[in-house]
Protein backbone atom coordinates (compact mmCIF):
# COMPACT_ATOMS: atom_id res chain seq x y z
CA UNK A 1 0.00 0.00 0.00
CA UNK A 2 0.99 3.28 -0.80
CA UNK A 3 1.04 6.44 1.31
CA UNK A 4 -0.82 9.37 0.59
CA UNK A 5 -2.29 11.04 -1.92
CA UNK A 6 -3.28 14.44 -3.03
CA UNK A 7 -6.26 14.04 -5.63
CA UNK A 8 -6.97 16.50 -9.00
CA UNK A 9 -9.84 13.95 -10.40
CA UNK A 10 -11.97 11.09 -8.51
CA UNK A 11 -14.35 8.97 -9.89
CA UNK A 12 -16.33 6.88 -6.87
CA UNK A 13 -17.50 3.70 -8.33
CA UNK A 14 -18.90 0.39 -6.44
CA UNK A 15 -19.55 -2.93 -7.93
CA UNK A 16 -21.26 -6.29 -6.68
CA UNK A 17 -19.74 -9.87 -7.51
CA UNK A 18 -21.39 -13.25 -6.25
CA UNK A 19 -19.97 -16.66 -7.20
CA UNK A 20 -19.17 -20.12 -5.87
CA UNK A 21 -15.65 -19.08 -4.92
CA UNK A 22 -14.25 -16.14 -3.80
CA UNK A 23 -12.01 -14.70 -6.73
CA UNK A 24 -14.62 -14.91 -9.30
CA UNK A 25 -16.31 -13.00 -6.97
CA UNK A 26 -14.18 -10.69 -6.89
CA UNK A 27 -13.69 -10.55 -10.61
CA UNK A 28 -17.17 -9.64 -11.17
CA UNK A 29 -17.55 -6.95 -8.85
CA UNK A 30 -14.88 -5.23 -10.16
CA UNK A 31 -15.91 -5.65 -13.43
CA UNK A 32 -19.47 -4.01 -12.64
CA UNK A 33 -17.48 -1.07 -11.07
CA UNK A 34 -15.60 -0.64 -13.86
CA UNK A 35 -12.00 -1.15 -12.19
CA UNK A 36 -10.97 -4.78 -13.65
CA UNK A 37 -9.05 -3.52 -16.54
CA UNK A 38 -6.52 -1.78 -13.67
CA UNK A 39 -3.81 -2.77 -11.55
CA UNK A 40 -5.30 -1.18 -8.43
CA UNK A 41 -2.76 0.59 -5.99
CA UNK A 42 -4.12 1.02 -3.05
CA UNK A 43 -3.57 4.46 -1.58
CA UNK A 44 -3.34 4.77 2.85
CA UNK A 45 -4.77 7.96 2.38
CA UNK A 46 -6.44 10.94 0.98
CA UNK A 47 -5.10 14.44 1.74
CA UNK A 48 -8.07 16.67 2.55
CA UNK A 49 -7.65 18.66 -0.91
CA UNK A 50 -10.19 20.22 -3.40
CA UNK A 51 -10.60 18.04 -6.12
CA UNK A 52 -12.62 17.70 -9.22
CA UNK A 53 -15.36 14.70 -9.19
CA UNK A 54 -15.93 13.09 -13.06
CA UNK A 55 -16.89 10.48 -14.29
CA UNK A 56 -15.43 6.73 -15.92
CA UNK A 57 -14.99 8.10 -19.46
CA UNK A 58 -13.40 11.16 -18.46
CA UNK A 59 -11.08 8.82 -15.84
CA UNK A 60 -10.52 6.57 -18.56
CA UNK A 61 -9.43 9.22 -20.83
CA UNK A 62 -7.26 11.45 -18.23
CA UNK A 63 -5.35 7.88 -17.54
CA UNK A 64 -5.02 7.55 -21.19
CA UNK A 65 -3.98 4.17 -21.77
CA UNK A 66 -2.34 3.40 -17.79
CA UNK A 67 -2.80 0.25 -16.75
CA UNK A 68 -2.33 1.32 -12.65
CA UNK A 69 -4.90 3.09 -10.91
CA UNK A 70 -4.55 5.01 -7.43
CA UNK A 71 -7.84 3.72 -5.33
CA UNK A 72 -8.60 4.52 -1.46
CA UNK A 73 -11.63 2.58 -0.58
CA UNK A 74 -12.73 -1.32 0.11
CA UNK A 75 -12.96 -4.53 -1.56
CA UNK A 76 -14.65 -6.35 1.30
CA UNK A 77 -15.20 -10.09 0.96
CA UNK A 78 -18.44 -12.10 2.50
CA UNK A 79 -18.49 -15.61 2.81
CA UNK A 80 -22.12 -17.81 2.45
CA UNK A 81 -24.81 -16.93 5.01
CA UNK A 82 -23.37 -13.45 5.62
CA UNK A 83 -24.95 -9.95 4.51
CA UNK A 84 -22.87 -6.87 3.68
CA UNK A 85 -24.05 -3.28 2.79
CA UNK A 86 -21.57 -0.53 1.80
CA UNK A 87 -21.63 3.05 0.81
CA UNK A 88 -18.71 5.75 -0.56
CA UNK A 89 -19.41 9.43 -0.74
CA UNK A 90 -16.86 11.99 -2.12
CA UNK A 91 -17.59 15.72 -1.48
CA UNK A 92 -15.06 18.49 -2.38
CA UNK A 93 -16.28 22.26 -2.19
CA UNK A 94 -14.91 25.71 -0.63
CA UNK A 95 -11.28 24.76 -1.11
CA UNK A 96 -12.04 21.52 0.69
CA UNK A 97 -12.70 17.32 -0.37
CA UNK A 98 -12.76 14.23 1.01
CA UNK A 99 -14.09 10.92 0.66
CA UNK A 100 -15.80 8.31 2.90
CA UNK A 101 -16.36 4.90 2.80
CA UNK A 102 -18.10 2.31 4.96
CA UNK A 103 -19.01 -1.67 5.32
CA UNK A 104 -21.87 -3.08 7.59
CA UNK A 105 -22.53 -6.81 8.26
CA UNK A 106 -25.76 -7.51 8.24
CA UNK A 107 -27.05 -4.36 8.09
CA UNK A 108 -30.61 -3.83 6.01
CA UNK A 109 -30.28 -1.84 2.96
CA UNK A 110 -31.95 1.93 3.96
CA UNK A 111 -33.24 3.67 1.53
CA UNK A 112 -35.40 6.39 3.04
CA UNK A 113 -34.92 10.03 3.25
CA UNK A 114 -34.32 10.50 6.77
CA UNK A 115 -31.47 7.74 7.19
CA UNK A 116 -28.47 9.03 5.55
CA UNK A 117 -25.91 6.16 4.36
CA UNK A 118 -22.67 6.36 6.95
CA UNK A 119 -19.91 7.74 4.68
CA UNK A 120 -22.30 10.52 3.69
CA UNK A 121 -23.31 11.70 6.98
CA UNK A 122 -19.48 11.79 8.26
CA UNK A 123 -18.59 13.79 5.44
CA UNK A 124 -21.35 16.56 5.69
CA UNK A 125 -19.79 16.87 9.63
CA UNK A 126 -16.55 17.21 8.30
CA UNK A 127 -16.93 19.43 6.16
CA UNK A 128 -19.55 21.96 8.43
CA UNK A 129 -16.28 21.54 11.28
CA UNK A 130 -13.80 22.00 8.83
CA UNK A 131 -15.20 24.82 6.51
CA UNK A 132 -17.68 26.06 9.14
CA UNK A 133 -20.78 26.26 6.50
CA UNK A 134 -23.27 24.26 5.43
CA UNK A 135 -22.07 21.44 3.15
CA UNK A 136 -23.11 20.48 0.03
CA UNK A 137 -24.66 17.13 -0.56
CA UNK A 138 -21.88 14.49 -1.06
CA UNK A 139 -22.13 12.28 -4.33
CA UNK A 140 -23.07 8.97 -3.00
CA UNK A 141 -23.17 5.21 -3.94
CA UNK A 142 -24.67 2.70 -2.30
CA UNK A 143 -24.44 -1.06 -2.60
CA UNK A 144 -25.52 -4.24 -0.48
CA UNK A 145 -25.44 -8.06 -0.67
CA UNK A 146 -28.02 -10.20 0.65
CA UNK A 147 -27.58 -12.96 2.98
CA UNK A 148 -29.98 -15.30 1.41
CA UNK A 149 -28.46 -15.15 -1.71
CA UNK A 150 -28.15 -17.70 -4.50
CA UNK A 151 -24.41 -17.58 -5.09
CA UNK A 152 -22.46 -18.34 -1.61
CA UNK A 153 -19.61 -16.57 -1.83
CA UNK A 154 -20.09 -11.88 -2.43
CA UNK A 155 -17.50 -9.29 -2.69
CA UNK A 156 -18.28 -5.46 -2.66
CA UNK A 157 -15.87 -3.40 -3.93
CA UNK A 158 -16.10 0.73 -2.93
CA UNK A 159 -13.73 3.01 -5.10
CA UNK A 160 -12.80 5.96 -5.17
CA UNK A 161 -9.99 5.92 -7.71
CA UNK A 162 -7.64 8.88 -8.24
CA UNK A 163 -5.50 10.65 -10.40
CA UNK A 164 -3.24 12.75 -8.18
CA UNK A 165 0.51 13.71 -6.80
CA UNK A 166 1.36 10.55 -4.72
CA UNK A 167 3.45 11.70 -1.15
CA UNK A 168 5.46 9.29 0.70
CA UNK A 169 5.90 11.74 4.24
CA UNK A 170 3.15 13.81 3.86
CA UNK A 171 0.94 14.06 7.31
CA UNK A 172 -3.11 13.89 6.59
CA UNK A 173 -5.29 16.86 7.88
Known amino acids: MEGSITPNYVWITAGVGMWTNEKTAEELA ?10 IIRV ?5 SP ?7 EFYQRLSGARRAYMVGDIHHVSPQEGVSGDISAL ?6 GVSWCVSYDRPRVNTQSLL ?6 LICEFEQVVSGESPDPLTIEVS ?3 DREKPYGCIVLAAMIIGDLGYNEQPH
Open 51 to 57: FVAIGKK
Open 117 to 122: PFSKRE
Open 145 to 147: IDK
Open 92 to 97: SASGWG
Open 30 to 39: KREAGVDKFK
Open 44 to 48: ATMLD
